[in-house]
């Protein structure tokens, strides 16, 4: 029963040798009728990559880099139907990168396509970061379900912020945990960190200011009767995002801006379930790890090793 959990949980560790470098950690299908047949058949759009194999440095990078996130690889595995098409092969691959009108030995692109290979939004093409995967499979969800994943939406949020640009302000308060939890579920603050400046409790607030401005968080400060910070060194609290390391939940591997989230719906005594994926939440049976002060990744490694 372990075996399968871990098996579930870490797709990199069981694809590591099953798969060329350039295709990540993602369980692809081969066959573009087979993918057209699951299509029509689970009603969900199909996700092509289209990948030189062997590759040159860009494709290896992004086989490695980015379809190994264990977030993209769950949002490709059940959201969509994956489809690696060879551009350096004959046969089907030459078929269907013909059918699209793709160049063989060319670095990664990606369709999204319904099951009669209609493109459902335009391809990604020369951009080779997980953010730009991760806003693809949003939009696309977007548009043919209503909505995608939260999971997913705040992962697109977060890393298409942190290639635009952040910004950080520090305000003073008179209890960080609380300040932590208020700033946290707003839309556009994607990291806080509770410290201490100048003898004072204060919260660091990283965010998005294409999402929120710095006057709106101003004005919930003052509302919290919290004020911007007079500066000095800062020192980060011992016990980081104090209500989710504090909680069962503790022990699943999360990205920063559901860090926040979550560490908010608790504080607040709401149900964070929401803003987590289900291979997420299948770490509170099998991972002993606090993967709180933990990189994501790091994180995921680590709980999916049963330790």
Known sequence: MKLIILMLLCPVLMMAQANPEELGAVHWLRSYNEAQAKSLKEKKPILILFQEIPGCEVCRNYGNDVLTHPLIVEAIETEFIPLAIYNNKGGDDAYVLHLFNEAAWNNPVVHIVDNYGSNIIPRLSGNYSAAGISALMTNALIKVKGKAPAYLQLLTDELTAYQKGTSTVMYSMYCFWTGEAVFGKINGVFKTTAGYQGGKEVVSVQFD????????????????????????????????KYYLSNSAYKVIPMTEIQKCRVNSALGEKQDPKAFLSERQLAFLKTSKTNCVELAFKDAWAKASSGK
């Open 209 to 240: 200011p294409a999402i929120v401005k710095k006057e709106e968080l101003d004005k919930i400060a003052e509302n919290q009767k919290c004020s911007a910070s007079s500066g000095g060194s800062f020192k980060p609290d011992s016990t980081p």
